[in-house]
């Protein structure tokens, strides 16, 4: 296509309407009435040589061409509005500012402590991930970031990988079963008594089951979670003071290990490691500070060895 032909407003029109899929609310968006909405669809379908949207009810349906194009317009605008945003001196050690975080006591009690100093005026807040839904949390501007495994958010939540997260079986160095079965520290659990010991598990909604009980399903075996814990500081010290096993990032059990009596074992099946992402709301994708605080946020994972 000529894109000498191509009026930028075009492409804002796609946008909204990619992301409202509706006529009335993407022109409400960019303060176009319908009809100079449904005026640019027709210029852009001419110019695309495709139906881009179709109406289903009230809603305008996203072709697979549309669809293609939703991340790299996104991205196009992006790069438009920073291009022509002024140009302003950002100092962290002026900024006052609280920035409120959810996820696992995992990212508490590993990260947090050791970027709680990075600048003298700038205050934390962690929130426990039972707390609520990610992205209805960040519209309301209720958490500035998350960090939690692959969600399932809204189009308008960005989100960067943060690191790898592969389990590894916590049990008491002293765990009865283990020492008399004389499976040393570092050694692989046996299929039999991993699923015959009793498991404690992190679940913040109660439920019974997790990837490790995935894996094990798609091999027809089944294991005995006994204890369902909402924190993994819990499960540590059931698992330190108890004849638990329980599986939990190698993150979190290499640094348990250094103040519990607990030991770490390799686990009998592979078990799907998800990767952890930070997320948050695109409109404070440029936003300095809050660039500033994920860059620290990333740059700390990466000093923590996260990413090994």
Not at 279 to 302: C, N, S
Request: net charge negative; aromatic share 8%.
């Amino acid at each position: 296509m000529n894109l000498n032909a191509l009026d930028l407003n075009l492409v804002r029109v796609l946008d909204a309407l990619l992301r409202e899929k509706s006529v009335t609310r993407a022109g409400e968006q960019i303060g176009l009435s319908q009809p100079a909405v449904s005026a640019a669809l027709n210029r852009l379908r001419h110019a695309l040589n495709d139906q881009l949207f179709v109406r289903r009810g009230n809603d305008m349906v996203p072709t697979p061409r549309a669809e293609s194009l939703a991340e790299p317009v996104r991205a196009a605008l992006r790069e438009i509005e920073r291009a022509f945003q002024p140009a302003t001196d950002f100092d962290p050690a002026k900024l006052e500012r609280t920035f409120t975080l959810m996820g696992a006591d995992f990212f508490s009690m590993l990260l947090m402590p050791s970027i709680a100093g990075v600048a003298p005026g700038v205050s934390f807040r962690f929130l426990d991930s039972a707390i609520g839904d990610v992205s209805k949390l960040l519209q309301e501007d209720r958490i500035d970031l998350a960090l939690e495994r692959p969600l399932e958010v809204a189009e308008w939540v960005s989100s960067v990988a943060l690191f790898g997260s592969p389990f590894a079986i916590i049990a008491a160095r002293d765990n009865a079963a283990l020492c008399q079965a004389g499976i040393a520290e570092g050694e692989e659990v046996p299929l039999d008594f991993f699923c015959a010991l009793p498991h404690a598990l992190r679940s913040i909604d109660g439920s019974m089951s997790g990837f490790t009980d995935d894996a094990l399903g798609r091999i027809g075996l089944a294991r005995r979670v006994t204890l369902a814990l909402p924190h993994f500081q819990a499960v540590a010290l059931a698992v330190a003071g108890g004849p638990y096993l329980a599986a939990v990032p190698t993150q979190f059990a290499v640094a348990a290990a250094k103040t519990l009596p607990i030991g770490i074992y390799r686990a009998p099946i592979p078990i799907q490691s998800p990767a952890v992402r930070m997320y948050w709301h695109a409109r404070r994708d440029d936003e300095p500070p809050h660039r500033w605080i994920r860059e620290q946020i990333l740059d700390e994972v990466g000093r923590l060895g996260f990413k090994d």
